[in-house]
């Protein structure tokens, strides 16, 4: 009797193991998508280097049309999630707040404002532009991308 209950789990031995593996890369696979990379932006006034609250900023992918705007909260930084296989990123102003949302949302102040931004260099270091509107500056941590910004003269509220 016992080897016929040592034969059984023989048998089945192999598959134990297969639901067993599944089991624990199935959790892996889980925990991994928790885990998902993000990118803080901070926006930045370029002349006095303080937060600038309540505007958007629009995170282009790799070139291409897909697109992800996110809100600046009231200590100046904004939180996305890369989606998978990205690469890099351009950061675009606005749209902006409120009533018509496609005029100009702020000045950027970054030295290149269309500059393509790898994000593993924005994971890895943290990216910090040159500010074109001030001497200001400041250091950028791991998972940060510094964006310089003016808001509009009052003069010229829309500048269009």
């Known amino acids: 009797m016992n080897s016929l209950l040592r034969n059984r789990v023989i048998r089945k031995m192999p598959v134990i193991a297969i639901v067993f593996w599944i089991t624990i890369l199935g959790g892996w696979n889980?925990?991994?998508?928790l885990y998902a990379q993000t990118i803080?932006?901070?926006?930045?006034?370029?002349?006095?280097?303080?937060?600038m609250k309540g505007k958007k900023v629009t995170f282009e992918w790799d070139g291409k049309l897909n697109k992800t705007v996110i809100t600046i909260d009231k200590s100046g930084l904004g939180t996305v999630v890369v989606p998978?296989?990205?690469r890099e990123f351009t950061l675009l102003a606005g749209p902006k707040v409120g009533k018509e949302p496609y005029r100009i949302p702020y000045l950027n102040c970054n030295v290149n404002p269309w500059a393509t931004i790898e994000v593993s260099l924005a994971l890895d270091k943290g990216y910090l532009p040159r500010n074109d509107c001030s001497r200001i500056s400041t250091a950028a941590h791991p998972g940060e991308v510094v964006f310089w910004a003016l808001p509009n003269p009052w003069w010229?509220?829309?500048m269009q």
């Open 30 to 33: 889980a925990s991994f998508h």
């Open 40 to 51: 803080t932006v901070r926006l930045l006034n370029a002349k006095s280097g303080k937060p």
């Open 84 to 86: 998978t296989g990205v």
């Open 156 to 158: 010229q509220p829309d």
